[in-house]
T-cell receptor, first 110, second 117 residues
Framework: AQRVTQPEKLLSVFKGAPVELKCNYSYSGSPELFWYVQYSRQRLQLLLRHISRESIKGFTADLNKGETSFHLKKPFAQEEDSAMYYCALSPTGTASKLTFGTGTRLQVTL | EAQVTQNPRYLITVTGKKLTVTCSQNMNHEYMSWYRQDPGLGLRQIYYSMNVEVTDKGDVPEGYKVSRKEKRNFPLILESPSPNQTSLYFC????????????????FGAGTRLSVL
């Protein structure tokens, strides 16, 4: 069975500080990993996925198959980054069994 | 505007009174799915559909039904709601075919907050 673990429910950082939102997964096959974000009063939306290898809004995430991790990082947090972040996994090639973690709320304070 | 639309946004009902939450997408997506979001549990998949007339159970299907008679619609049916189905529900859709970077991205509705008394 596939599983996604986000160990922190809440992460509070100061503006300008580095951010790392942790995500670990368990899956026996080859996974596709995603980060979804939900800003206040907005819909859940895709932030980034590992196959695109992009930096979105300054965020990056590298898939580490050895450590089965997909941590989300940003060097300098901004106030507008405050949101709920979900890590998600699906078997490669299909979105049918997308499994979400429990989410981490990022709070960026001045 | 390309989007996923859920109705109603808020619903209060009583135990045992059948209800339907509608979900519609205008992006010609093959895949549609329902999730429930509960504090501390994240999003859990209820049912999903890979195309018209093709549906399958997710992780928490008990007490729910779905149908996919048309590509754009994927209603969630609670035949006999119970208080433990009080939750925030999300519908989502995605492309299953096409360029790799275009498919498998889920687009979410705004959510339906359901309270069962």
């Amino acid at each position: 069975a596939q599983r996604v673990t986000q160990p922190e429910k809440l992460l509070s950082v100061f503006k300008g500080a580095p951010v790392e939102l942790k995500c670990n997964y368990s899956y026996s096959g080859s996974p596709e990993l995603f980060w979804y974000v939900q800003y206040s009063r907005q819909r859940l939306q895709l932030l980034l996925r590992h196959i695109s290898r992009e930096s979105i809004k300054g965020f990056t995430a590298d898939l580490n198959k050895g450590e089965t991790s997909f941590h989300l990082k940003k060097p300098f947090a901004q106030e507008e980054d405050s949101a709920m972040y979900y890590c998600a996994l699906s078997p490669t090639g299909t979105a049918s069994k997308l499994t979400f973690g429990t989410g981490t709320r990022l709070q960026v304070t001045l | 505007e390309a989007q996923v639309t859920q109705n109603p946004r808020y619903l209060i009902t009583v135990t045992g009174k059948k209800l339907t939450v509608t979900c519609s997408q205008n992006m010609n997506h093959e895949y549609m799915s329902w999730y429930r979001q509960d504090p501390g549990l994240g999003l859990r998949q209820i049912y999903y559909s890979m195309n018209v007339e093709v549906t399958d159970k997710g992780d928490v299907p008990e007490g729910y039904k779905v149908s996919r008679k048309e590509k754009r619609n994927f209603p969630l049916i609670l035949e006999s709601p119970s208080p433990n189905q009080t939750s925030l529900y999300f519908c989502a859709s995605s492309l299953l075919t096409g360029p790799p970077l275009a498919k498998n991205i889920q687009y979410f509705g705004a959510g339906t907050r359901l309270s069962v008394l």
